[in-house]
């Protein structure tokens, strides 16, 4: 039986976890970044191992694109809007 995704925070501290997932896409250029962000969605998505979590995660990413015409931080100039996601949190 699957689980239901977690929409709650789930870390003590989710700033400190969101900055380091935008420390570690910093260095990067937008397409080293993308790649980055693609191995750790893969490795995680392994670590759970959960099929029917998975998809209802990747339905519930395609539905925010479809309500908002863009995903969360894009910018709609085909950029992976990481500017726009370190201004939401500088760093401290």
Known sequence: MSTPLRRDLAFA????????LIDAIGPLDDAEAMKAMAKLILLL???IGDEALLDAALKEVAAKKRDTG???????????????????NPRK
Do not use: M, V
């Open 13 to 20: 501290d989710g700033d400190a976890t969101y900055q380091k």
């Open 70 to 88: 863009k995903h969360d931080g894009e910018t709609g100039s085909g950029t992976t809007g990481r500017k726009e996601l370190s201004q939401r």
């Open 45 to 47: 998505a392994n670590h």
